[in-house]
């Protein structure tokens, strides 16, 4: 606990116990000393012929070192939960011998008959009182009409919809949008008041005519602009594909890829670092971190974080992130640019995330490309897996960007392959560029992640705007 500063210091009353819930202790600086206080005590005897002694007290002190860090306990106990049956009555029995299985027992130890016990699957999150403030009821748009409820929707809806200011196109809609909706209209020219955000609108469009198909992470890697600011910027120049081999891009309105052969670099392809051992290394063995894990959860035992600023339409208006404050560290061109390896595949580099979704005409591989225009003018049909490629392109495209990832994490740690055959060596031997790790190491850092809150990206951009 110490060791982490995010950590909090934890004190279980009974430490044996499975079912104890603890109680944590804050930690906070402090500048203080650690005294050893001896107390003395000598026996003297009385004056003047009286009887009996009197005892002398001396204390000593001795400064022993300085204290940097303290912990307090300032949290309530919460509950304490204990493996007990409350028989008929009144009696309670434990139920400690009956449900913990301290060494290896046989059948009959499961077969018995036992009284239902069920603990509860979780504490209270909060171990400090706070004030409780009931919502008010809800104030819906205009318009809104609560959900008929039946057997099969007994839960309504808690709030109004979000307005569809993004179109939505399936792989099998047979009409593709050639205009934006009118919310998308309003809400882009209520928010797009100042020359820098007109500025963006202009630099999106000619991205749109140079390249009609685009992934969200790509235009973060060639504008500057602010992810609210895009996210009402896209429904009002580009569609949203949901599946096919264009799913979860963004096309330009009017354009249909399923009808231009040439729109096959613009297929996406979903690639996922493969890990485990009949690869060679662990999925802790990757230089590559995880986005995020269930097993970091671990309240109430580490501090918050604190919370996000909500944006708000007069925010966005002001031309917020746009303009710069002074004393940033990034100049407004460039302050929300990502890097190009967010949505470009490099020989030699690693991806900066185990899930990544690239665009076929971004994998800048000559042994890539080579795989996609196997077929080059002789597409004859569009299918919603493969698009205009041939069957089995994204696997091959797979197993190829695979081997070179295998390859460089061998360069990085030999010593998980060190069991690695000398034949499997000649197979697998490919170049890369030397000095690539200390870039590695910087884009792990990246200020913008892929997705917001998903290892899907198409599952988040859905959810951003539905």
């Known amino acids: 606990s110490y060791a982490d500063p995010a950590k909090r210091l934890e004190l279980y009353f009974r430490p044996t116990d499975p079912y104890c819930h603890p109680v944590c202790a804050n930690r906070f600086p402090t500048s203080t000393v650690l005294l050893r206080v001896k107390r003395r005590t000598t026996k003297k005897k009385q004056l003047d012929g009286a009887e009996g ?31 007990m049956h409350s028989s008929p009555d009144g009696k309670q029995t434990s139920m400690y011998d009956k449900v913990l299985m301290l060494k290896p027992e046989k059948e009959d130890f499961f077969n018995r008959e036992l009284p239902l016990y069920i603990p509860p699957p979780i504490f209270s999150r909060l171990d400090t009182p706070v004030d409780y403030f009931y919502r008010p009821d809800i104030q819906h748009r205009e318009g809104y009409n609560n959900p008929q409820v039946s ?16 179109i939505f196109v399936n792989f ?36 749109f005519e140079v390249r009609p198909v685009w992934s969200r992470n790509a235009v973060k890697a060639n504008i500057s602009v602010h992810p609210d600011k895009l996210k009402l910027l896209l429904p009002y120049l580009a569609y949203y594909m949901l599946t096919g081999p264009w799913r979860s891009l963004w ?6 890829p399923r009808k231009h052969p040439e729109a096959k670099i613009y297929q996406v392809l979903d690639f996922r670092i493969r890990c485990g051992m009949k690869y060679g290394y662990a999925p802790n063995d990757m230089p590559v971190k995880a986005k995020r894990s269930t097993y970091n959860y671990s309240l109430p035992i580490t501090v918050k974080k604190p919370v996000s600023h909500t944006v708000s ?14 004393g940033a560290k990034n100049p407004a061109s460039s302050r929300y640019k990502l890097k190009e390896s967010i949505y470009i595949f490099r020989e030699g580099a690693l991806p900066p995330y185990r899930q990544m979704f690239y665009q076929l005409c971004d994998l800048n591989v000559e042994s890539l490309q080579k795989i996609i225009r196997r077929n080059d003018g002789t597409e004859s049909e569009c299918t919603e897996r493969d698009g205009w490629c041939l069957p089995k392109t994204s696997d091959d495209l797979r197993d190829t960007m695979s081997l070179m990832i295998k390859q460089i994490i061998r360069s990085t740690r030999p010593a998980l392959f ?33 997705s917001d809150g998903s290892e899907n990206e198409m599952e988040t951009e859905i959810l951003d705007y539905v």
């Open 53 to 83: 002694t009197q005892p002398g007290v001396r204390f000593e002190m001795e400064i022993l070192g300085a204290v940097a860090t303290v912990y307090k306990f300032q949290g309530m106990s919460d509950f304490q939960y204990l493996a």
């Open 151 to 166: 057997g099969e929707n007994l839960i309504g809806l808690s709030r109004a919809r979000r307005p569809h200011n993004a």
């Open 172 to 207: 099998d809609d047979e009409e593709i949008p050639t205009k934006p909706l009118d919310a998308a209209v309003q809400t882009w020219k209520k928010v797009c008041t100042n020359p820098v955000d007109k500025k963006v609108e202009e630099e999106l469009r000619k991205l």
């Open 251 to 256: 096309v330009r309105f009017g354009y249909d």
């Open 313 to 326: 339409v007069h925010d966005l208006k002001q031309g917020l992130g746009t303009s710069g404050a002074s």
């Open 418 to 450: 060190s069991s690695t055959t000398s034949s499997e060596d000649g197979k697998e031997q490919l170049a890369y560029e030397s000095g690539e790790e200390e870039d590695d190491e910087e884009e792990e850092e990246e200020d913008f992640k892929p």
